[in-house]
């Protein structure tokens, strides 16, 4: 995956009344299937696709107001059963290539989506802090079984600050970073902290954003959201 972040955004400035298109192009090695499944997510509602595949070389092309997510499900020869997930991303108009090694799944690598990039870095990075979350939490457990107060509130207080003074930072940063763009809309949608943020957390998210990305549904949804 290549990007810039501060550049090519401009382009995702359009108007959300007019449907665009998105093309998939794909070259995939090892492929052993000869068709796929484009499955696609939209606001919850889910539509399905099926496409061929020649020689590793498949193409899919779609209208598009929003970004919504694909998975793109590998099928059984002369069979509508999946016989496993090829990839998923985040599709936005224009061109995306996905390029990589059927055998290799780590190979695969999408290209033209600066939308799906930038939400799989910010999930990574949470990841990274969940992973820290989570290995505080065995301690606190630990601590809890043994009726070991004291240690148990001190990691208490590490937990909230791990997810209140950097796990929330963090997603406001690329809300703010993206304020007028549509992933910077989206992210509060997709972001794993649903539990923990307030009313205030996504009213303030939705203040962040520009007027024209509230306007979008991913912005209506954060609005509802805080409200």
Not at 4 to 24: G, H, N, R
Not at 27 to 38: E, M
Request: glycine share 6%; charged share 25%.
């Amino acid at each position: 995956m290549r990007y810039t972040i501060a550049t090519i955004f401009c382009c995702f400035i359009y108007s959300f009344c007019d449907a665009q298109t998105y093309t998939i192009h794909g070259k995939i090695k090892n492929l052993q299937c000869d068709s796929l499944l484009i499955l696609k997510i939209k606001q919850g509602i889910y539509e399905g696709a099926k496409i061929k595949i020649t020689n590793g070389y498949f193409s899919y092309t779609d209208s598009i107001r929003e970004p919504y997510f694909v998975q793109i499900l590998k099928l059984k020869k002369n069979s509508q059963t999946s016989e496993g997930k090829l990839t998923e991303l985040l599709v936005t108009a224009g061109e995306i290539k996905i390029l990589g090694d059927d055998a290799r799944p780590a190979s695969i690598q999408i290209e033209g989506s600066e939308p799906d990039y930038i939400l799989k870095r910010y999930l990574k990075e949470d990841e990274l802090l969940g992973k820290e979350w989570n290995a505080l939490k065995t301690e606190y457990d630990n601590f809890a079984e043994k009726n070991d107060t004291l240690n148990r509130k001190k990691i208490a207080q590490q937990l909230n600050q791990l997810t209140f003074e950097k796990r929330i930072p963090l997603l406001k940063q690329y809300v703010f970073a993206n304020a007028s763009n549509v992933i910077g809309a989206l992210i509060p949608n997709f972001c794993t902290l649903g539990e923990v943020l307030k009313k205030e957390d996504y009213l303030d998210m939705f203040n962040i954003l520009s007027p024209e990305m509230q306007q979008t549904n991913y912005g209506k949804s954060v609005y509802n959201k805080a409200h």
